[in-house]
T-cell receptor
Framework: EAGVAQSPRYKIIEKRQSVAFWCNPI?????LYWYQQILGQGPKLLIQ????????DSQLPKDRFSAERLKGVDSTLKIQPAKLEDSAVYLC???????????FGPGTRLLVL | AQSVTQLDSHVSVSEGTPVLLRCNYS??????LFWYVQHPNKGLQLLLK??????LVKGINGFEAEFKKSETSFHLTKPSAHMSDAAEYFC????????????FGPGTRLSVLP
């Protein structure tokens, strides 16, 4: 079974630029999550999708962050414009029905200069 | 809303000695609990999960955890540490019947000394 795929793995941008991350969940997983993990901290949920609908985006900074999951499969997370404090690893996870175990992708490491 | 406390930010053990990583949770409902491990520059890997079945849960790589409702704890243990166990460990709580929101603890960094 293929795992959660993310790209790119690394990205370096300057502040005020825009950036987009892509995630392809495990086949058949209806729920998709985006997390932000700042160095030395645990992951923080940014947004949760159920199929192509948003379940929870209460911690998403909506003035600069946006996410979509068209057709209920893969998803993109965008930051525009980026700030220095956005430097972090962005993790995508998907979960199945039933016991709802999350499976994580390798993450995208973002550095904003 | 649920929350997770990991009592130690850093634990250091000698190779071959037992490991204990502590986790306490707060939940208004019957929670699901998970332990994940994150090796440097690697993704998060599921170690084990509790979902209201047996209270003693066995995971991969010799780890296990015991759900104690009276103590609201879900401590992670391993009888004998290996050098490859050095990593960051996260305890996670979820309320399956309430929004399915996963909340991570701050993490415990495990060091294994030769």
């Amino acid at each position: 079974e293929a795992g959660v795929a993310q790209s790119p793995r690394y990205k370096i941008i300057e502040k005020r630029q825009s950036v987009a991350f892509w995630c392809n969940p495990i086949s058949g997983h209806a729920t998709l999550y985006w997390y932000q993990q700042i160095l030395g901290q645990g992951p923080k949920l940014l947004i949760q999708f159920q199929n192509n609908g948003v379940v929870d985006d209460s911690q998403l900074p909506k003035d600069r962050f946006s996410a979509e999951r068209l057709k209920g499969v893969d998803s993109t997370l965008k930051i525009q414009p980026a700030k220095l404090e956005d430097s972090a690893v962005y993790l995508c996870a998907s979960s199945d029905q039933g016991v709802k175990t999350q499976y994580f992708g390798p993450g995208t490491r973002l550095l904003v200069l | 809303a649920q929350s997770v406390t990991q009592l130690d930010s850093h634990v250091s053990v000698s190779e071959g000695t037992p490991v204990l990583l502590r986790c306490n949770y707060s939940s208004s409902y019957s929670p699901s609990l998970f332990w994940y491990v994150q090796h440097p520059n690697k993704g998060l890997q599921l170690l084990l999960k509790y979902t209201s079945a047996a209270t003693l849960v066995k995971g991969i790589n010799g780890f296990e955890a015991e759900f104690k409702k009276s103590e609201t704890s879900f401590h992670l243990t391993k009888p004998s540490a290996h050098m490859s166990d050095a990593a960051e460990y996260f305890c996670v709580v979820s309320e399956p019947n309430y929004g399915q929101n996963f909340v991570f603890g701050p993490g415990t960094r495990l060091s294994v000394l030769p």
